[in-house]
T-cell receptor, first 117, second 114 residues
Framework: DAGVTQSPTHLIKTRGQQVTLRCSPK?????VSWYQQALGQGPQFIFQ???????QRGNFPDRFSGHQFPNYSSELNVNALLLGDSALYLC????????????????FGAGSRLTVL | KNQVEQSPQSLIILEGKNCTLQ??????????LRWYKQDTGRGPVSLTI?????NTKSNGRYTATLDADTKQSSLHITASQLSDSASYIC?????????????FGRGTSLIVHP
């Protein structure tokens, strides 16, 4: 049973460019959330997708956008990249089985390491 | 503002010794608290999850405690092994309008020396 898979594992971009990161959730999971983890810091919540809609959003600018597909996979898009966007981007999946939704354990992928030059 | 503070920031111990990591939070309304282990270059892996009514939870050599009154949690590692070297992250979720938002601590970096 495959866990959460993310691609690409590493990528390098320059300032002003755009990037798309991809995530396939664990089999049986229907909710995907994205996190940004700067070096030496804890992950910061970007947003969460369920039923192909953004359900919750953290304190990130509109340059960060996402999408969830009918097969529950998800993309994270970042436009107009800044040097400060360099980080490990983590995707986590979980399953909604009724309240309390937040009690579901998040299964994380290995992350996509983005470097902005 | 919801915050999760972890201490110490880093810790070095010898193999076989015990250690305790601390987590203080100001998250409201509280839903649950989880401890994750994150190996270098990998995604976090869940160790324990506790809701308001639980004050202790064990997972092998890992034991987590929760004091909801003082808003403190600890993770105790018994008989440490070299493979315990990792970052340990405390995550507290708040409940609002039927949705749940996790707040992550910065983590404690644990190094176990032979």
């Amino acid at each position: 049973d495959a866990g959460v898979t993310q691609s690409p594992t590493h990528l390098i971009k320059t300032r002003g460019q755009q990037v798309t990161l991809r995530c396939s959730p664990k089999s049986g999971h229907d909710t995907v959330s994205w996190y940004q983890q700067a070096l030496g810091q804890g992950p910061q919540f970007i947003f969460q997708y369920y039923e192909e809609e953004e359900r919750q959003r953290g304190n990130f600018p509109d340059r960060f956008s996402g999408h969830q597909f009918p097969n529950y996979s998800s993309e994270l898009n970042v436009n107009a990249l800044l040097l400060g966007d360099s980080a490990l981007y983590l995707c986590a999946s979980s399953v909604v089985r009724g309240p309390p939704r937040g009690a579901n354990v998040l299964t994380f992928g290995a992350g996509s390491r983005l470097t902005v030059l | 503002k919801n915050q999760v503070e972890q201490s110490p920031q880093s810790l070095i111990i010898l193999e076989g010794k015990n250690c305790t990591l601390q987590c203080n939070y100001t998250v409201s309304p509280f839903s649950n608290l989880r401890w994750y282990k994150q190996d270098t270059g990998r995604g976090p892996v869940s160790l324990t999850i506790m809701t308001f009514s639980e004050n202790t939870k064990s997972n092998g050599r890992y034991t987590a405690t929760l004091d909801a009154d003082t808003k403190q949690s600890s993770l105790h590692i018994t008989a440490s092994q070299l493979s315990d070297s990792a970052s340990y992250i405390c995550v507290v979720s708040s409940a609002s309008g039927g949705s749940y938002i996790p707040t992550f601590g910065r983590g404690t970096s644990l190094i176990v020396h032979p």
